[in-house]
């Protein structure tokens, strides 16, 4: 069994600075992208940053510049630090990763339960 564990969400000023962190735990045998999701009241789902093996960064609009994904492999923990926060960035945060638990099975996406970040005007 796979577990994705989010944790560092809080309370904030605006402009103020929060660090993320999501772990991945269980049987595990490889792990390809991970990411981070937002959704706030009422809306979707959105992207706000992946990270995949190689290094490769994808970041939605509106966190590039304020946000940075990053990854420890020998921890195979996800971090999304998060810089001049503003109050639209209020949101219930969730990672999630691709995961393959043993070299036979395939790739599998896999969600953490998400952590709630409030930032305050």
């Known amino acids: 069994q796979v577990q994705l564990v989010a944790s560092g969400g809080g309370l904030v000023q605006a402009g103020g600075s929060l660090r993320v962190s999501c772990a991945a735990s269980g049987t595990i045998f490889s792990i390809n992208s991970m990411g981070w999701y937002r959704q706030a009241p009422g809306k979707q789902r959105e992207l706000v940053a992946t990270?995949?093996?190689?290094?490769?960064?994808n970041y939605s609009d509106s966190v590039k510049g304020r946000f940075t994904i990053s990854r420890d492999g020998a921890k195979n923990t996800v971090y999304l630090q998060m810089n001049n926060l503003k109050p639209e960035d209020t949101a219930v945060y969730f990672c999630n990763a691709y995961i393959r638990r043993r070299s036979v099975d395939p790739m599998r996406l896999y969600w953490g339960q998400g952590t709630q970040v409030t930032v305050s005007s």
């Open positions: 990270l995949t093996s190689g290094g490769s960064t």
